[in-house]
């Protein structure tokens, strides 16, 4: 799950259970619960505050793109060596906010660069208004459907975002994946 920074306003940073089991990749909108922790929407009304710029994690997985499934304990098979996914915080069990108890929400304007938004979305017009899904487990993902609040701008639909890493995936890169653009939009 990754969020691409090309410009914000506001990054505040906000309290979060670091224990809660469930996921909030960064990329995804996110708004706060009752306890004024930030939380992933769950319902219609739910109003988004921002960006997830960390991401809750319980489970070893792929965090970013910088991630890699390495054999640990051993040179030449996974049958005798266990394999853990590479990040930068290693130390807090891939849960970047585990330490703090706090995470990173950007709010206000912004351009973003992010891989969590609708799968099941075809058609990507541009200058498209964005909204977020409240419920499931694509919760706070980024949309063209019609929702209670429009949180951004499309800027750019799926593509393959360079890495800027020399390889042969686009523009003479390797890929980070793909990623939609999008302004930030709040009102």
Not at 92 to 120: C, I, K, L, R
Not at 153 to 175: C, H, M, N
Request: aromatic share 10%; net charge negative.
């Amino acid at each position: 799950m990754a969020l691409k920074e090309i410009y914000h306003t506001v990054a505040s940073v906000l309290p979060i259970d670091a224990d809660v089991a469930a996921a909030i990749p960064a990329g995804r909108l996110v708004t706060l619960d009752a306890a004024f922790l930030v939380t992933l929407p769950t319902a219609a009304g739910d109003v988004p505050i921002g960006i997830a710029g960390d991401t809750r994690r319980q489970a070893q997985a792929a965090n970013n793109p910088e991630s890699a499934n390495v054999i640990m304990g051993s040179y030449q098979t996974t049958t005798t060596g266990s394999t853990r996914w590479t990040q930068n915080r290693v130390a807090d069990n891939y849960n970047e906010t585990s330490a703090s108890s706090e995470m990173t929400v950007y709010h206000g304007a912004g351009e973003f660069w992010t891989d969590q938004y609708d799968p099941n979305i075809t058609t990507w017009p541009a200058a498209a208004p964005l909204y977020d899904l409240f419920a499931g487990a694509n919760a706070g993902m980024w949309t063209t459907t019609a929702s209670t609040y429009v949180s951004g701008v499309l800027l750019g639909d799926p593509q393959a975002l360079p890495s800027g890493v020399p390889g042969t995936d686009v523009q003479g890169s390797i890929s980070f994946g793909t990623y939609i653009h999008l302004a930030l939009y709040w009102h």
